[in-house]
């Protein structure tokens, strides 16, 4: 039974997210486009040139086969004990292939109790999420030009929630248990940037000039927070 409320959430939030594609990627003009890192094993499909297609590579169709579109192991929960507390599975056209031009992709969120999924935005997609375990209290802030506003809710299995491109946003599991997750993505490559991570972890670092003034706090404090370890939960 577990296994069927599992199959069944999964094939929603991928259903919801195909609505999604059009608010980013742009639509393919050929059935697909199996991605390579490379030419070299594009089987002479380009010839001498190399034709790049939403920054992948094309395989030669004629050498696509099943396992191009295959992708295994989400039902498995994921280590979360690390700093946040939380682990992201993505499921993208980096580790699928198949998904390169489609404007989809997915993510399992594993939270340990407490565990958080720390602010963070996709420059490149809309995300919607559906809890399958746990309780997680979620929320997203939005531009400046809206004064940002924050929305939050609390979420109960099979609550959906989400969250606009762009947005700063971010998962807590408020429960006692351990809680997970799917998010469907609206592109094939959503990108991540966490916000902390980026601005007190980046390389080289920001002058703490810089972030004292912006943050309004001593430097002291800036130099405090980029001497930390910034975990990527990703």
């Known amino acids: 039974m577990k296994g069927v409320h599992f199959l069944i959430s999964t094939l929603a939030i991928l259903a919801s997210a195909t609505f999604l594609v059009s608010a980013s990627d742009p639509s393919p003009l050929q059935d697909f486009c199996v991605a390579l890192n490379d030419t070299k094993s594009a089987g002479g499909y380009f010839g001498a040139g190399a034709v790049f297609v939403n920054g992948k ?28 507390g939380s682990n992201v599975t993505a499921v993208n056209v980096d580790n699928l292939a198949g998904l390169n031009t489609l404007g989809i992709s997915l993510a399992r969120i594993d939270f340990a109790p407490n565990g958080l999924n720390p602010p963070h935005t996709h420059p490149r997609a809309t995300e919607i999420l559906v809890v399958l375990e746990g309780t997680l209290y979620v929320g997203f802030v939005t531009s400046n030009g809206d004064g940002n506003r924050l929305f939050t809710k609390v979420l109960n299995e099979g609550d959906v929630f989400v969250f606009p491109i762009g947005l700063i946003h971010f998962q807590l599991n408020v429960g006692h248990v351990n809680a997970v997750a799917f998010a469907g993505l609206s592109s094939q490559n ?45």
């Open 190 to 234: 959503p990108g991540v940037i966490t916000i902390a991570n980026a601005v007190f972890g980046s390389k080289p670092p920001i002058n703490p000039d810089v972030l004292a003034k912006a943050f309004q706090v001593d430097n002291n404090l800036v130099d405090y927070l980029q001497k930390q370890f910034w975990y990527d939960n990703n």
């Open 57 to 84: 590579f094309c395989k030669d169709p004629k050498l696509v086969n099943a396992n191009d579109f295959f992708f295994s192991g989400l039902q498995n929960p994921r280590n979360t004990q690390n700093p946040v």
